[in-house]
Structures are given as structure tokens and as C-alpha cells.
């Protein structure tokens, strides 16, 4: 999440806003570089967008793990009557991206053997014939 002086972007994964934030720091002339962030987060520079890091609200991730990904709710009370931004995506373009990256095959959201029970036709028992898996491969070729 990044706040500026009059508006907060909410960064929402994979929909861009990873270009977002490096274009916003960019503009505002904010160098990407550890020390900044370091003189940054001991208050002796003030950048004009304040980078937020937030604890993972989902998933089975250790408290102490932090990331960019914020919600509504995580805005701090007093930059809530600021515009709101975020960017929009595609929703199949979103999913198919998600799909391709494939983060999720490492950190599924339950145990792999019970979704199996409940779906069989979750993404790890697809046959290379299947509709969603054909739509997958199309995608990936003009992408």
C-alpha cells in the first residue's frame, strides 16, 4: 500500500501495481535503494509516499512476514478520507496469470489430499484434454 498526500493506492496481486509503485517512486523522485528505506524508516527522511507493509490477513504465513498487499481495513484511520486507488484487471487474465505463475502450488491454501476428495478436477488432476487446460495452454502462447 502507498500513501501519498492525497490519495492511497491499494495493491491488489497481480494486476500491475508493482509497475505502479516503482512509476509512483519514479515521478516523486524516491530512490529504490536500502539505504533510503533504511533513513526512511528511522524518520530522518520523509518521503513524499510512504511505502506500507502489512501482515498477511490469509494463508499460513508467519506473523513476523510482512507485504505491499493491504486491504481497506489496513488504512490507517487517519488517510481514510483520501481517494482510494487501485488497478483493475482482466479477471481471466488474472486467474490465467495467477494459474502460470504458479505460487499457489506451493502455498495451497489446505492440504492437497483433501481438496482432491472434494474436487477431481482441481488443477493437479486436469487430463491435457480438458477445457480449462487447453484455454490455460492457448493463453500461455499469446502471452
Known sequence: MLIADSFVVI??????TSFLRKALKDIHGIPDTRMYR???RMGIVRPSIE???FPKLYGDYPRSYRDQH????????QHRDKE????VRNPLDKYLSSYVFGWWKGHPPFQRKRS???TPTSPTSLSRNSTISSTM????RTN
Open 137 to 140: 495452454r492457448k493463453w500461455t
Open 11 to 16: 495493491n491488489y496481486p497481480k494486476t500491475g
Open 51 to 53: 511505502e506500507m507493509l
Open 70 to 77: 493491504g486491504v481497506y481495513r489496513q488504512i490507517p484511520p
Open 84 to 87: 482510494i486507488v487501485s488497478i
Open 116 to 118: 482432491r476428495n472434494y
Open 38 to 40: 533504511l533513513l526512511s
